[in-house]
């Protein structure tokens, strides 16, 4: 099956600061979801994301997917964005519906 | 506000005693997924149902059931759970592609199972 990577395993950073966090995947996709899962353990949808470019206040996502590679920036760091950070990527299964494989997640700790 | 809804937030259940968790959406998704995420790991796959289609993947034990009643409901049943079936249990819906040109996936907050 498909493979995901995430880097860095764990990050840990001054309150202010930017970071960025990395996703390969080892074949094509259709899909591609960045996730915050918060300590409660929720999910949170941030990017959808299979190509290009998007933006959302202080988090950005880039896929470049002929590179299989996606990344997301987090600028001016905030208490509130520690926490597990989840790449997963999706392929096309049969009646057109799709399978998520989550990559091992980047711990990201914000230190006030 | 359109959402995945799981109940209960916390289960705990008796080593061997069945229990049943619940999910539901007011997106009306076709496809609707379980999850298993134990402690430290990513969370992983155990099913999911594309309209009334069940599908199973080929490591979910027997003893997980799932049950689709309609399309806004999944049911999880474990039938007699060990303690290394302890874990969140998330829930997820997409909407078919012939619907809108998205296969983005929607999570629930989870219920998180302890067995005793």
């Known amino acids: 099956g498909i493979q995901v990577e995430q880097s860095p395993p764990d990050l840990i950073l001054q309150e202010g600061a930017n970071s960025t966090l990395r996703c390969n995947f080892s074949d094509s996709v259709n899909n591609l979801q960045w996730f915050h899962q918060n300590p409660w353990g929720q999910l949170i949808n941030l990017f959808y994301i299979p190509s290009g470019t998007k933006q959302n206040g202080r988090l950005s996502a880039t896929t470049v997917a002929t590179e299989r590679y996606s990344l997301l920036y987090i600028s001016s760091s905030q208490t509130t964005d520690s926490g597990v950070y989840f790449c997963a990527v999706g392929r096309w299964f049969n009646f057109g519906n799709e399978k998520l494989t989550f990559g091992t997640g980047t711990r990201l700790t914000i230190i006030p | 506000d359109a959402m995945v809804i799981q109940n209960p937030r916390y289960q705990v259940t008796q080593f061997g005693k069945p229990v049943t968790l619940s999910c539901s959406q007011t997106l009306n998704h076709n496809v609707m997924y379980w999850y298993q995420q134990k402690s430290s790991q990513a969370p992983k796959l155990l099913f999911h149902y594309y309209d009334k289609d069940f599908n199973n993947e080929a490591d979910t034990p027997d003893n997980f059931q799932s049950r689709r009643p309609n399309t806004s409901f999944c049911f999880l049943d474990i039938r007699s759970p060990g303690l290394g079936d302890a874990a969140m249990y998330l829930c997820?819906?997409?909407?078919?592609?012939?619907?809108?040109?998205?296969?983005?996936?929607?999570f629930g907050p989870g219920t998180r199972l302890t067995v005793t």
């Open positions: 997820a819906t997409s909407r078919d592609p012939a619907g809108t040109p998205t296969y983005e996936q929607y």
